[in-house]
């Protein structure tokens, strides 16, 4: 396929992205990483609610660092990665919320 028919499908993905809520796109990252849906949108709404901003661009960000994993992640994983953000709040908070989320 040329590069220039590309364009017109890649220019609607990020539009369509950048019209997502949080949520959708916590939701969509933890699909990608493995988690069943019902869990990552449970997940997604809860910590959407629950972050701040910057926690948010924290995760997103630990997010793409994980990029070579995607499809086979575990909550487990997900726990082992945010010990590195060293933030306390937004690691007890998505393994809370992840506990919660398998009950």
């Given at each position: ?18 019209c997502s809520t949080p949520s959708q796109r916590i939701e969509r990252a933890l699909i990608n990483y493995g ?69």
């Amino acid at each position: 396929m040329q590069p220039l028919k590309i364009l017109p499908a890649l220019l609607l993905s990020a539009a369509l992205a950048a019209c997502s809520t949080p949520s959708q796109r916590i939701e969509r990252a933890l699909i990608n990483y493995g988690l069943p849906a019902p869990q990552a949108e449970c997940m997604g709404f809860r910590l959407a609610q629950r972050l701040t901003n910057n926690q948010l661009r924290q995760l997103d960000q630990l997010a793409r660092l994980n990029s070579d994993r995607l499809g086979r992640t575990r909550l487990e994983d997900i726990g082992r990665t945010l010990a590195g953000a060293e933030n306390p709040a937004l690691i007890a908070e998505v393994v809370r919320t992840g506990l919660g989320c398998l009950i």
